[in-house]
C-alpha cells in the first residue's frame, strides 16, 4: 500500500481558510470589519507575525480592505477578487462548482480557446498539426489499454487544448489554461466520466482535421456545440 506525503497545513493557511469561510458563508458581509490583529492574536493562540500575513494573503486576494487607521475589513471581492478567490468559492463547495459558475467558466472557455482555435485553422504549420498529433497519439495509447486510465486521460487532454492554445501565437492564451488547471482538469474528468473516453478523444481529433483544413469557423462552433451538449447534460442531471 502506498501513502504517499501527508502535508499538515501551516496556522497561517488555516487561518486564511477559516476567514474566507466566514466571507463566502455570509457570516461576515462587505464592509464588515475584523478584530484588531491583537484581538485574532489572542483569540486564536497564534503570533502576530503570522496573523499579520495571513490577512496580507486574504487582502491580495480580494476578500479584505486593508487601511492603517480603519483596520481590515471585508472587501466586495466580486469587484476586487482574483482566481484565487473563485478557487476559494469552490473549495468551500467541496471542490465543486455549481451550475452558475460552470455555466460562467464554459463561457470563458468559448472566448479563449474559440479564439485560439480560429488563429491555428488560419495561420497553422505543420509543425503545429505534428505537435497536436503527437498528443493524439498519446490519447490512442490510453484508449487500447484494457482500463484505460481516467486520470491519465485527463491530462492528456488538458495539454492537448493547452496546445491549441499554445501554438495560435497568442502568449496569454496558455498562461489563462495553466491558471485554471485545477477547474478544467475536473471538467475533463466529467466530461471523460458523461461521454466516454473514446468520445473526448474522436472530438479532440474532430478538431485537428478542421485546423488541418483551414476551417475556423467550422472549428469555433464545433467547440461551441460540444459545451452547450456538455452543459445540457449537465442541467438535466
Not at 470563458?108 to 495561420?123: N, S
Request: proline content about 3%.
Amino acid at each position: 500500500m502506498q501513502i504517499g506525503v501527508i502535508e499538515v497545513p501551516t496556522r497561517k493557511t488555516l487561518l486564511v481558510q477559516k476567514i474566507e469561510e466566514q466571507i463566502l458563508s455570509g457570516k461576515l458581509r462587505v464592509g464588515d470589519p475584523l478584530p484588531s490583529e491583537r484581538q485574532l492574536q489572542e483569540e486564536t493562540h497564534i503570533s502576530k507575525t503570522v496573523i499579520h500575513a495571513a490577512l496580507v494573503e486574504l487582502e491580495q486576494k480580494g476578500f479584505l480592505e486593508i487601511t492603517p487607521r480603519r483596520g481590515a475589513v471585508v472587501a466586495n471581492y466580486a469587484e476586487s477578487g482574483t482566481m484565487e478567490t473563485l478557487n476559494a468559492r469552490i473549495r468551500l463547495n467541496g471542490g465543486n462548482m455549481t451550475k452558475k459558475q460552470t455555466h460562467s467558466f464554459m463561457e470563458a472557455r468559448i472566448a479563449i480557446e474559440g479564439a485560439a482555435l480560429r488563429r491555428l485553422a488560419e495561420r497553422h504549420t505543420d509543425e503545429d498539426l505534428a505537435y497536436l498529433e503527437a498528443i493524439i497519439a498519446q490519447a490512442d495509447a490510453l484508449l487500447e489499454q484494457k482500463e484505460p486510465d481516467t486520470a491519465a486521460l485527463a491530462e492528456v487532454l488538458f495539454r492537448y487544448h493547452r496546445g491549441i492554445c499554445l501554438r495560435s501565437g497568442n502568449e496569454f492564451f496558455p498562461l489563462l489554461l495553466n491558471e485554471f488547471r485545477p477547474i478544467i482538469m475536473e471538467f475533463w474528468l466529467r466530461s471523460i466520466s458523461v461521454f466516454g473516453a473514446a468520445s473526448n478523444v474522436h472530438l479532440a481529433k474532430r478538431y485537428l482535421e478542421l485546423i488541418r483544413a483551414g476551417d475556423a469557423e467550422g472549428a469555433f462552433h464545433r467547440l461551441e456545440r460540444s459545451v452547450n451538449e456538455y452543459l445540457n447534460c449537465l442541467d438535466e442531471q
